[in-house]
């Protein structure tokens, strides 16, 4: 299974970006999906999943600002995010669930 996170970048506090991660390989329809996140000199965080069937679940930290969603056709999963905060700022990843992360992508959230 590969993934690729697409739509990082510089955003300003208070802003909203969404993020989209490719998948190939998989059985993508039938498969769980989580976004997780990185900063620098911390461990990396599960941030919200999203089911086969659709059913979704969030961490605390982000859950109503952050909304994961899917496209089956398309094979990708979505993660939207607003109200964003400069403790936002990290390297976002998406993963099948029980496989290996994909590459990820910058958010930096700054002024």
């Known amino acids: 299974v590969q993934l690729q996170a697409f739509g990082g970048g510089l955003v300003q506090p208070g802003g909203s970006l969404t993020l989209s991660c490719v998948v190939s390989g998989s059985d993508f329809s039938t498969e769980t999906f989580g976004w997780y996140r990185q900063a620098p000199g911390t461990q990396r965080d599960f941030l919200a999943g999203?089911?086969?069937?659709?059913?979704?679940y969030y961490a605390d930290s982000v859950k109503g600002r952050f909304t994961i969603s899917r496209d089956n056709a398309k094979n990708t999963v979505y993660l939207q995010m607003s109200n964003l905060k400069s403790e936002d700022t990290a390297v976002y990843y998406c993963?099948?669930?029980?496989?290996?992360y994909g590459q990820g992508t910058l958010v930096t959230v700054s002024s």
């Open positions: 993963r099948q669930r029980f496989g290996d």
């Open positions: 999203i089911t086969g069937s659709g059913g979704t």
